[in-house]
């Protein structure tokens, strides 16, 4: 994440330790979209961050596309600004938007992140909170990379509020790409 990102700018503040709480985990019944381990053993062909909505696509090399993308997260009606963030390698990999890459996933999962959420408006508040990452790493450099969700929100260029959301991996389905039939003037003849 580079320093004149608007990210980076949203920093916690140091709370008084009298003023800080914890907000209730949001507990979900049904788990959303697919099991991340049905990655591993996938070759990556491309990575790709929507310019437009929290989404990173996933290209292999079988013609599957997986998505990571943040609950909740309705392109219409998008409330508070929401933004994918990810580990530097991953970010630095990304910084044209794509990569073309030839990795083989060797470990995927969700898993349980906590970080320091803050709101500055009527009153400083600073909690702790749980959400969902999706964590992988490549048999090609054995690191693990993550991927997270955060919810922003800047009055006059200052940040007042940063909170976190949870992510998810689910399939891509495409359809066939349709070709234009051509309307012959005259009927075809098919005997």
Not at 67 to 87: F, S
Request: charged share 25%.
């Amino acid at each position: 994440m580079s320093a004149s990102s608007p990210t980076a700018l949203c920093t916690p503040p140091q709370p008084p330790p009298s003023k800080s709480r914890r907000l209730p985990v949001p507990l979900r019944l049904q788990s959303l979209g697919i099991d991340p381990s049905l990655l591993v053993g996938k070759v990556l062909t491309k990575l790709s961050r929507s310019s437009k909505h929290p989404t990173l696509t996933l290209d292999f090399s079988d013609n599957t596309t997986f998505q990571i993308l943040v609950d909740g997260y309705d392109p219409v009606h998008r409330g508070l600004p929401k933004e994918l963030e990810m580990d530097s390698s991953l970010e630095q990999l990304l910084t044209t938007g794509q990569a073309h890459v030839e990795w083989t996933i060797k470990d995927c999962a969700l898993i349980t992140l906590t970080d320091k959420a803050f709101e500055l408006r009527e009153r400083e508040q600073q909690w702790d909170q749980n959400h969902t990452g999706v964590a992988f790493r490549f048999h090609e450099d054995q690191i693990w990379h993550c991927v997270w969700a955060t919810l922003t929100d800047h009055d006059q260029g200052t940040c007042v509020f940063r909170s976190y959301d949870d992510v998810y991996v689910d399939q891509l389905h495409r359809s066939p790409r349709k070709r234009r039939a051509h309307v012959p003037d005259s009927p075809v003849d098919l005997r």
